[in-house]
């Protein structure tokens, strides 16, 4: 069965700091890689995910992910944060060996100061 | 486009009450999914359904949690008697599925609904 790691549960930054949030898992195979956010309140959205192809992902609201896939990592990034990327950020894994039913990690809550 | 609806948004019970969640997918979607979100365990998947059909309930932490899928659009999560660790909120996700075998570039994205805070007292 998959597993995720995420490394950082709580990370603080002031506004225009980078940001870079670790995520790991666990599988040998065919992997789909997803970030999830969910701000306060509110329930969870895709914010971008991998299948194939580039391993530099984009996303929405400027947030790129890089699968490397010899490292079984999957990390998020965004080189400004603003006041309103505080959120909870998820990693989700959907392997192949598990009918694609994506696992999360723990989360990693983030708090920008403006 | 409508999303994933779930009702309630919030409810606050007793201790031995019985909690109904609902939840209706996305139109089309075939998979419905159940997670649970607590500060302690992050977000759990409690059980999936494929086509209506229970596929995984193996993330249901006791008998007292129920599941159904009567029909495409439609899903209960039932807790009966409620105690006070099963405060949480309860969300539900929609998916299409997967075709031959493989997944289409589409899928394997889950679409949430508001989820359901569940209060118990």
Redesign the interface.
Known sequence: AQSVSQHNHHVILSEAASLELGCNYSYGGTV?L?W?VQYPG?????LL?Y?SGDPLVKGIKGFEAEFIKSKFSFNLRKPSVQWSDTAEY?C?V?ASGG?????????TSLIVHP | DAGVIQSPRHEVTEMGQEVTLRCKPISGHDYLFWYRQTMMRGLELLIYFNNNVPIDDSGMPEDRFSAKMPNASFSTLKIQPSEPRDSAVYFCASRNGLAGGYPRPNTGELFFGEGSRLTVL
């Open positions: 789909n997803f999830y509110q329930h969870l959205q895709l995910k299948f998820f989700a959907a009918s694609y039913i994506p696992t999360f990690g723990r989360g």
